[in-house]
C-alpha cells in the first residue's frame, strides 16, 4: 500500500508564514514501490537516476547500515522501540508476516486455518526449518515461545484471550482462544511473536538473549549496547540462497547530518530514517539514492493530560486549531508525506480519513477555544523533543509560533534520544512531539497502544482516559471485519478529533538513503526494512 502526497495550497499569515518559508527548500518526491511476498524488491540504483550503479552488484560483502539509535536489548517480549525491534526481527521470526504491501503472508508457518467460530487457529510449519545453530524447529518451540510471550506480557503483549497453545506434532502448532479476537492474525506477525527455541536452547534467559538464536537471515556475532552490532548471515536459513551478504553491520551514527555525510562518502551503504529534506538531495546524488514506501506511522504532538494545563480539552483544542497542519506537513515534508485526518494512517484499513471532521486551522476559533479554559489568558509550558532530529526542531518552531499566535508561550526542550525516552516513559513532559506506528497491518494496533489508559504505555503515556473510547476500543477487537467494525473504529477515531489527546500531523512515507550501488532493499510500512536480497556494487 502506497500513497502519494496530496497537499492544498493554504493561506500563509504572520510569524506562522515566517516560520514556513523559512523552510521550505524542496520539491515533492516519487515513490519506490516495493514489490511484495518473498521475490526480490527494487534496487536502491533503480530508485535513482539511470546509469548511476558503476558495477553489477554480486553476493557477499558487508553491508553496514547507519542508525540513530542502538540496539539495547534482544529480548522480543519486553521490547517496542524501533532501535530494538529492527535489529529483534533480523533474528527471530514469526508463524507469519506481513510484506512490503501491507498484507498478512505465512512466513515459518507453510499454511495456517481460522475456524468458522474465529476460535481456533492451525499453523503447519514449513518442512526442514531450523535455527541458525542448526538444530530443528518444531511445534514445541512456537509453543514455548508464546506461552512465554504470555507470561511476560510486556509492551506489545498478546491482548487475545488465549485458552490454550498445543503442539499437535512436531509441524502443527493449534491455539484456541477463550472468545473472538478479530486483530489476533495481524498481532502474530509482530516481531514480538517471532519463535525461539524452547527452554532458551539450553542455556539460561540471560546467556539467550546476549547470544539469540533464532531462524532469522542473520545471527548476532558482536553487540555493543551501547554502540554498534554484527551481524553474521545465517547459514541455516529456510529461504535457499538467501541472504546475499555475508555481514550486516548495524552502525549507530546519532545525528542525521553525520549519517548523510557518511553515506555521500560511502562509509555506510545506507541509513535508516533518512531526514525529509536530505530526500531529494539524495535521490538527485550521483551515487546516492532514496527507496520508499508508505508507512504505518503517524508523526503527532502528544499532550500529558496530567499536566495542569493539557488535562483541559479546551486547551488542547485551542492548540489544534492554532496549528497549520497543511502548512506544516508541505513546509517539511517535500512532497514525501500526507497531512493527517484521523490518527491512522491512510494505509491502514478502517482509518476514516475520509470522513473525520478533525479540528483544522482557524486562529480565530483557537482564541474563543482557549477562552472556555481554565487559562483563557495563556500560559506558559514546554515541548519535549529529541535532539539531532532537524525536522522535529522545525516542527517545534511551527508548533511553537501557533502557541504564541493564541497566547501560550511555549520553551523548546531539546535532548538526546535516550533522556527522551526516559521522560516520556515517566510522564515527565507536559507535550512532546514523536510519533505513533502500527505494528502490524491492524487498526488496533495503533488504537490500543494509544487509547488505552490501563494498557501498557497507559495511551502512549498520555494517560488519556475516556471511558467511551475504552469500550469502542474491545468492541471493535471482537467484532469481524466488516461494516460494523468500519462504524465503531469512525465514532472511536472522530471522538478522538474532538478531543485531542494529541494532534496527528501527518503521515510520512518510509525513506531510506542508500548507495546507488545497493540493490535489493525491502522496505516494510513499519519502518523496518529486509535485508534478505541485498547486493552490493563497487
Request: one cysteine or more; hydrophobic letters at 40%; a negative charge.
Amino acid at each position: 500500500m502506497q500513497f502519494t502526497a496530496s497537499i492544498k495550497k493554504t493561506l500563509w499569515s504572520g510569524t506562522l508564514a515566517v516560520l514556513l518559508m523559512a523552510v521550505i527548500a524542496g520539491c515533492s518526491g516519487q515513490n519506490n514501490t516495493a514489490a511484495s511476498g518473498e521475490t526480490a524488491q527494487p534496487s536502491a540504483s533503480q530508485a535513482a537516476d539511470a546509469g548511476n550503479s558503476t558495477s553489477e552488484p554480486a553476493a557477499g560483502g558487508t553491508f553496514v547500515y547507519g542508525r540513530p539509535a542502538a540496539v539495547t536489548s534482544f529480548d522480543l517480549h519486553n521490547q517496542i522501540t524501533s532501535n530494538n525491534a529492527f535489529a529483534i526481527d533480523k533474528v527471530f521470526e514469526s508463524l507469519v508476516a506481513f510484506n512490503s504491501e501491507g498484507e498478512i503472508v505465512d512466513w515459518l508457518a507453510a499454511s495456517h486455518t481460522i475456524s468458522e467460530d474465529g476460535l481456533t487457529y492451525t499453523f503447519v510449519l514449513r518442512d526442514g526449518l531450523k535455527f541458525s545453530n542448526g538444530n530443528a524447529v518444531t511445534a514445541k518451540d512456537a509453543v514455548f515461545s508464546l506461552e512465554r510471550h504470555l507470561k511476560v506480557g510486556g509492551p506489545l503483549a498478546i491482548a487475545a484471550k488465549v485458552d490454550s497453545v498445543t503442539a499437535q506434532d512436531d509441524k502443527t502448532l493449534v491455539i484456541k482462544l477463550q472468545e473472538p479476537y478479530t486483530p489476533f492474525i495481524s498481532e502474530l506477525s509482530n516481531f514480538s511473536n517471532g519463535i525461539i527455541p524452547a527452554d532458551f536452547g539450553g542455556v539460561t534467559e540471560e546467556e539467550f538473549f546476549k547470544k539469540p538464536i533464532g531462524t532469522g537471515p542473520f545471527a548476532v556475532e558482536a553487540w555493543d549496547p551501547a554502540g554498534d552490532v554484527t551481524f553474521v548471515k545465517n547459514t541455516n536459513y529456510w529461504q535457499e540462497g538467501k541472504p546475499a551478504i555475508d555481514k550486516l553491520v548495524y552502525k549507530l551514527i546519532e545525528d542525521d547530518s553525520q549519517a548523510i555525510n557518511q553515506l555521500k562518502a560511502g562509509e555506510v551503504n545506507a541509513v535508516e530514517a533518512l531526514a525529509l529534506q536530505n530526500a531529494e538531495e539524495l535521490k538527485n546524488g550521483a551515487d546516492t539514492a532514496v527507496v520508499t514506501n508508505g508507512s504505518w506511522v503517524t508523526e503527532q504532538l502528544f499532550f500529558n493530560t496530567l499536566d495542569e494545563h493539557f488535562k483541559d480539552v479546551h486547551v488542547r483544542r485551542a492548540l489544534a486549531l492554532a496549528l497549520d497542519r497543511e502548512g506544516l506537513t508541505k513546509a517539511l515534508t517535500f512532497g514525501y508525506a500526507k497531512t493527517a485526518n484521523s490518527l491512522l494512517p491512510t494505509t491502514i484499513p478502517y482509518n476514516a480519513n475520509d470522513t473525520i471532521k478533525s479540528l483544522n486551522y482557524d486562529v480565530e476559533a483557537a482564541k474563543a477555544e482557549l477562552a472556555k479554559s481554565a487559562f483563557p489568558d495563556g500560559f506558559s509550558t514546554k515541548l519535549l523533543i529529541a535532539s539531532g532530529n532537524s525536522t522535529r526542531a522545525q516542527e517545534a518552531q511551527i508548533i511553537q509560533a501557533a502557541g504564541q499566535a493564541i497566547g501560550i508561550k511555549i520553551e523548546i526542550e531539546s535532548i538526546e534520544l535516550a533522556s527522551f525516552r526516559e521522560r516520556f516513559f515517566a510522564y515527565d513532559f507536559s507535550a512532546m512531539l514523536n510519533s505513533g506506528q502500527a505494528d502490524s497491518p491492524e487498526a488496533n494496533s495503533i488504537l490500543a497502544f494509544q487509547t488505552d489508559p490501563e494498557g501498557f504505555s497507559k495511551s502512549y503515556w498520555t494517560h488519556y482516559t475516556n471511558d467511551e473510547v475504552t469500550k469502542l476500543l474491545y468492541q471493535g477487537q471482537k467484532t469481524a471485519d466488516g461494516d460494523a467494525r468500519a462504524e465503531i473504529y469512525t465514532k472511536l477515531l472522530q471522538t478522538l478529533a474532538d478531543e485531542v489527546p494529541y494532534i496527528p500531523l501527518y503521515y510520512p512515507d518510509i525513506l531510506i538513503g542508500a548507495r546507488s550501488s545497493v540493490e535489493g532493499l525491502t522496505v516494510l510500512p513499519n519502518g523496518s526494512v529486509r535485508f534478505e536480497d541485498v547486493r552490493i556494487g563497487q
